[in-house]
């Protein structure tokens, strides 16, 4: 496995740790402040874990033609 795919692997990870995070602030009974602050980081990590998604599959396919 390539260098590049195993960073993107391992930032993966560690993005859907911090959603983790944000998913119980949001499971957890009622805080407005909190809870606003929770729903838009867990967008936002959603999306950068979406994007991971397709720069890991890119990466698959580019090492499986080399």
């Given at each position: ?42 967008i936002e990590l959603q999306m950068l ?16 033609r080399g």
């Amino acid at each position: 496995m390539s260098e590049r795919l195993e960073t993107l692997r391992k930032a993966r990870e560690r993005m859907i740790e911090d959603r983790d995070a944000h998913a119980k602030v949001l499971g957890a009974p009622f805080d407005r402040d909190k809870a606003e602050r929770a729903r838009n980081k867990f967008i936002e990590l959603q999306m950068l874990v979406d994007a991971l998604d397709r720069a890991i599959s890119g990466e698959e396919i580019i090492s499986q033609r080399g």
